[in-house]
């Protein structure tokens, strides 16, 4: 695999508080926290950190691979967690919070036809000039609110299959496409009842895509990089 290692497990990070200036009005100020502050069991592998996604390369305001949510998330995630391991799972997160100017980055990204490092991989079905078109590349993103997740089920470090890799444009991606079935779709259901459990919704073009139901920045959008 290239880029970044597979798994991150910061088991002694200290709590970082980000005073954000938001991308819109107002003065709002959220606190994010590095998830293995809240629990350490949960599995980490920031891909946007590296190189390991659709871009082929680390994005932009991802300085350090470390995975950042509201408190509120952090604390619903870890509920989660407490479910998965009682079905002998983990969880392991590929991304949380995301500056805006990572966004920007990936609608800099998508307005360059010639730009297709990662295409076989992660669009091969999906001319590049359509995924802004299409729903898969947009100019706001709920992950700046810093309450959504993206992530899947692991079980004995391995990730279960899900009929698509994270991040895979591509109808096959929607949770309930009829196309999954057999292990891969319930695997896709297991995940989306464990975290609708602990409070989150699923996104449904997505199936690792999640957001809390009671995200504390519903309309905020924010820009601080992760450090």
Known sequence: MKGWPRMYHRRHAVFLLLLVAASGSGATQPVLVDIATVDASIETEPRYAGSNNFMGRPVRGYRVPR???TREAAVALSKAQARASELGLSLRVYDGYRPQRAVDHFVEWAADPDDTLAKNEYYPDVPKDELFA?????????????STVDLTLTR???????????????????????????????????LRRIMEGAGFRNYAREWWHYTLVDEPYPRRYFDMPIE
């Open 67 to 69: 995975v950042l949510l």
């Open 134 to 146: 299409r729903g898969y590349i947009a100019e706001r993103s709920g992950h700046s609110r810093g």
């Open 156 to 190: 004995g470090g391995e990730a279960l299959p899900m009929g698509t890799g994270y991040d895979f444009f591509g109808a096959l991606s929607h949770t309930e496409n009829p196309a999954i079935t057999g292990e891969a779709r319930e695997n896709r259901l297991l």
